[in-house]
């Protein structure tokens, strides 16, 4: 690991202006993703910005009937709050699905909208990374891509987003507050926050340098079944190959969010006026345009099944 230098910031503003001002600056709450990436020298910023004294570790009622989740809320506190249990089960069943009890002891919200992919080419600096290093090219493309994207990658990058909490927010249309360097606050739609990769796969959300979140704001309760469903290797401490997560009413609409198939939480809501048709029409135009890889071309029809389980389960629920 290499040296860097270390501040606590006093104010939100006050950590936005530091890290505008310092080139390679980070900032660090949990650091379940950021100390790993340090050790094996992904990560290597040269200042980091203590932000766990700052007040945003609070979950309060907004004047429209949601929930501002301040952005150091640990995902433990946060799975466990009864609101959230009760109008956004969605989001504590995601929560619950995502790495271990011990980390999400100390996993942020916040944090966990920021985690980096787990690609195992991001994670070997042996190998080309365009994510790691622009310009470098992209192992993953013609290399192991079982766990990689099927839909929204690029010529440059594969790589998915591994945020189970990610997709149910996106299911659920949170919005992120973030501050800028210049003291500025604004509201960022949880659908525009995370980037395609495109050309510039290293660019991950609209965040702009020096910009902190600072709370996720989660609209009013839309009611109906909340459904989480994560296909993965193994039971617990695994990344999703599909993640489902879907609000189903009684009616048969809804919506519906996948993870583990895209450098993003992909949601497309004109797709979802499929899904009362069921889980092969809805994944036809949810997928559609879908370029998997030989090694992970099994996912779409994974995507699939995980869909039909999925409402099943909610209609069974809505019974």
């Known amino acids: 690991m290499k040296p860097f230098s270390y501040e606590r910031a006093t104010s939100p503003a006050a950590a936005a202006a530091a890290a505008a001002k310092i080139d390679g600056a980070k900032f660090i709450a949990g650091g379940t993703n950021l100390l790993d990436l340090m050790k094996i020298g992904v990560e290597e910023p040269m200042h980091l910005i203590d932000v ?6 609070t979950i309060e009622p907004t004047a429209e009937g949601g929930l501002r989740i301040g952005a150091l809320v640990r995902n433990t506190d946060l799975a466990a709050d009864q ?9 504590s ?5 995502g790495a271990s009890g011990q980390l999400r002891n100390k996993a942020t919200t916040a944090g966990n909208l920021l985690q980096r992919t787990r690609c195992p080419y991001f994670y070997d600096t042996n ?31 594969i790589a998915v987003q591994p945020s189970d909490m990610a997709v149910a927010m996106r299911a659920l249309d949170a919005v992120v507050e973030t501050v800028r360097a210049d003291g500025q606050v604004r509201r960022i739609p949880i659908a525009e926050f995370h980037r395609l990769p495109g050309a510039r796969p ?7 340098r020096g910009e902190l979140i600072t709370g996720v704001t989660l609209p009013k309760p839309v009611g109906g079944v909340h459904v989480y469903h994560k296909v993965r290797d193994r039971a617990s401490y695994a990344f999703a190959l599909v993640s489902v997560a879907a609000i189903v009413q009684k009616d048969g ?8 198939v895209a450098p993003k939480p992909w949601r497309d809501e004109s797709a ?11 994944t036809a135009h949810l997928l559609a345009g879908a370029a998997p890889t030989e090694e992970n071309a099994f996912k779409v029809v994974l995507a699939e099944r995980t869909l039909h389980a999925v409402l099943a389960e909610a209609k069974g629920d809505a019974s």
């Open 83 to 91: 609101r959230v249990r009760r109008d956004y089960g969605l989001l």
């Open 93 to 97: 069943r995601a929560l619950l699905a």
């Open 127 to 157: 190998q080309p990374c365009n994510k790691r290093l622009p310009g470098s090219g992209c192992a993953a493309i013609g290399g192991s891509s079982r766990s990689l994207a099927v839909i929204g990658g690029s010529a440059s990058c």
């Open 272 to 282: 979802e006026h499929y899904l009362p048709q069921g889980a092969k029409a809805l």
């Open 202 to 208: 290293h660019v991950e959300t609209v965040l702009e």
């Open 253 to 260: 609409s809804g919506r519906v969010a996948l993870g583990g």
């Open 52 to 57: 766990n004294g700052l007040a945003l570790d």
